[in-house]
C-alpha cells in the first residue's frame, strides 16, 4: 500500500482555511458603494465652507487695520497656518486624482479596489526619502504641534477628530499605525473619504478662528433680512433682532415727523398762552430709552401745579416716578410706546399733546481694568494687581451708573513656553486665586481676560470681548 503524503493534505488543509477566512473578510460591493454618496456630501460640504472662508477672509482684509490687538493677531496666525495645512492636503487630493486620470481611470472606477490608491500613498516623487502619505502625517502632525504652542488655542478637533496620534487603538481594543488605520490596505471608498473628511475639518476649524478675530472687533455671525431691513443674531442661545442704522435713522425721523405733527395739532387746540403746555414742553427730554433703567422724560420741570397734569404711556408696561421736577419712565420691554401729556383741570383729562418713543435693550457694555497706569495693553504686574477688579461702563454720557454687574471671568496666563494656567473669577473683584496666579506672572507672559459674563438691568445677558494684557515687568 502506496503511503500518505502528509504534508500535501495539511497543505490543502491550509488553502482551505485561508479560504474560508477570505470568504468571510470580504467586504460587500454595496457597502462600499454606499461611500459614494458619503464623499459626494462632503465635497458639498467643503464648496460651502470654503465660500464662507473667503468671506470672512474678505472681510478681515478689509479691517486689516483694526486687528491689532494681541487675541486677533494670534487667531489669524493660527488661522493661517491651518490653511496652510489644508492646501497641502488639497494639492495632494488633486494629485491623487491627476494620477488616476493618466491611468485611464478615476476614483468612482477604482471605488471598491485598493491597488491604485495604496501605490499612490506610498509612491516617493523624484529623490525625495518620504512617501506621499508620510508627507501627509508629518505635515498633520506639524501643525498639532504648532496649535499646541499657541496661547489661544480654542479647538482641538483637528486633534482628536482626524486623530493625530502616532498609534490608534481600535473598538475592539488593537492598535494601529496611523497610517495603517486611516489609509493603508484600505478600498477607495475609504481612504479617499479619510482625505475629503479632513479637508472639511481643517476648513471648520480654520473658520472658528477667523470668527474668533472678528469678534474682538465686534463683528458676529447674523442674517440680514432684506424685507424687513433687519438684522438678527444668534448669541448665547438666543436670537436678538438689531435694527440696522440706515432703518433706525428713518424710523427715528419718522417719530420726530409724528411727534412734531401732534405736538403742533395740540398747540392749535390749546391757548399759546397755556402756562402748563409750554413748560412741559420746555422741560420734555428726547434722549435714548432703554429698557430696564429709569429715562428721564421731564427734567427740570419748573411748574409748582403737578396735579394739573398726567403722564399716561401705551402700552401701559411701564412705570413713572418722580424726584423733585425731575420724571423718570422705566419700562419692562422693548417697543414702540405713545406718551400722553393730559390736561387735568378739565373732566374729560384732554390731552395736550403725546410723544412716540422707540424702546430698545441696553448697548453692549464695554470692559476695563480699574486702573490708569497701562498703555496699548502693556501693564506691570504691580498695576495689573493694584487695579484689583474689572469695571464694565457703557461708553456713554447717558448712563451715569452702569446697568448691571459682572458675574464672572476666566483669567489665563499664557508663560513664554506657551504654558496656559487658567482661573475661574466670580463677580468683579480679583478673587485669591487670581491674584496668585497675576501674581506670578513674569516679563513676557499674557494675561487674559476671558468669557466675561455680565447680566444687564434689561434682563439680558452679555459676553464682552475679551482683553488682553503683555506683562513688561
Not at 62 to 68: M, S, V
Not at 309 to 322: D, G, L, Q, R, Y
Given at each position: ?458 434682563g439680558t445677558t452679555r459676553n464682552a470681548n475679551p482683553m488682553t494684557f503683555k506683562i513688561v515687568e
Amino acid at each position: 500500500m502506496a503511503a500518505v503524503n502528509q504534508n500535501r493534505y495539511r497543505l490543502i488543509t491550509l488553502l482551505y482555511v485561508i479560504f474560508v477566512c477570505l470568504s468571510v473578510l470580504n467586504i460587500p460591493s454595496s457597502l462600499l458603494d454606499s461611500n459614494y454618496y458619503s464623499v459626494k456630501t462632503l465635497e458639498y460640504q467643503e464648496k460651502a465652507r470654503q465660500e464662507q472662508v473667503n468671506f470672512a477672509n474678505q472681510l478681515i482684509s478689509d479691517e486689516t487695520e483694526k486687528l491689532a490687538n494681541d487675541s486677533a493677531k494670534t487667531y489669524l496666525a493660527i488661522q493661517d497656518r491651518i490653511h496652510k495645512s489644508y492646501e497641502m492636503i488639497e494639492k495632494f487630493d488633486q494629485y491623487i486624482q491627476k494620477k488616476l486620470a493618466d491611468q485611464k481611470t478615476d476614483i468612482w472606477k477604482e471605488f471598491n479596489s485598493m491597488r491604485r490608491m495604496e501605490e499612490i500613498f506610498i509612491e516617493k516623487e523624484g529623490n525625495d526619502k518620504k512617501s506621499n502619505i508620510q508627507k501627509v502625517y508629518d505635515e498633520l502632525f506639524e501643525l498639532v504641534k504648532f496649535l499646541n504652542s499657541q496661547p489661544l488655542q480654542l479647538d482641538s478637533a483637528i486633534k482628536t477628530l482626524i486623530p493625530v496620534v502616532d498609534v490608534v487603538k481600535s473598538k475592539t481594543g488593537k492598535e494601529y499605525a496611523w497610517d495603517r488605520y486611516l489609509f493603508l490596505h484600505k478600498p477607495v471608498a475609504v481612504s479617499y473619504f479619510h482625505i475629503k473628511r479632513i479637508k472639511l475639518l481643517l476648513l471648520d476649524v480654520e473658520n472658528v478662528y477667523q470668527l474668533a478675530a472678528l469678534k474682538t472687533i465686534g463683528y458676529v455671525q447674523a442674517f440680514y433680512s432684506i424685507q424687513n431691513n433687519t438684522t438678527v443674531l444668534f448669541k448665547q442661545g438666543e436670537m436678538s433682532k438689531v435694527l440696522d442704522a440706515e432703518k433706525q435713522a428713518e424710523m427715528m425721523k419718522r417719530l420726530k415727523e409724528e411727534a412734531n405733527k401732534n405736538t403742533s395739532n395740540a398747540s392749535s387746540e390749546i391757548a399759546t398762552n397755556d402756562e402748563l403746555t409750554k413748560r412741559l414742553k420746555n422741560a420734555l427730554q428726547n434722549e435714548n430709552f432703554f429698557v430696564g433703567v429709569k429715562n428721564q422724560i421731564l427734567k427740570s420741570l419748573n411748574y409748582s401745579a403737578t396735579g394739573d397734569f398726567a403722564i399716561e404711556v401705551s402700552p401701559n408696561t411701564a412705570v413713572m416716578n418722580n424726584s423733585g421736577n425731575d420724571y423718570y419712565l422705566s419700562f419692562k420691554k422693548p417697543g414702540l410706546y405713545t406718551i400722553k401729556f393730559m390736561d387735568k383741570r378739565t373732566n374729560n383729562n384732554k390731552m395736550l399733546f403725546d410723544k412716540k418713543v422707540e424702546v430698545s435693550l441696553l448697548p453692549n457694555p464695554l470692559i476695563r481694568l480699574n486702573t490708569e497706569s497701562m498703555t496699548n495693553n502693556i501693564i506691570n504686574v504691580r498695576d495689573l494687581l493694584g487695579s484689583n477688579r474689572l469695571v464694565a461702563y457703557m461708553g456713554s454720557s447717558m448712563f451715569k451708573n452702569f446697568p448691571g454687574r459682572i458675574n464672572g471671568y476666566t483669567v489665563i496666563r499664557v508663560g513664554s513656553d506657551g504654558r496656559k494656567v487658567s482661573e475661574k473669577n466670580i463677580g468683579d473683584v480679583f478673587q485669591p486665586a487670581v491674584q496668585s496666579l497675576i501674581g506670578a506672572s513674569k516679563k513676557g507672559d499674557l494675561i487674559i481676560f476671558d468669557a466675561i459674563l455680565i447680566s444687564m438691568s434689561d434682563g439680558t445677558t452679555r459676553n464682552a470681548n475679551p482683553m488682553t494684557f503683555k506683562i513688561v515687568e
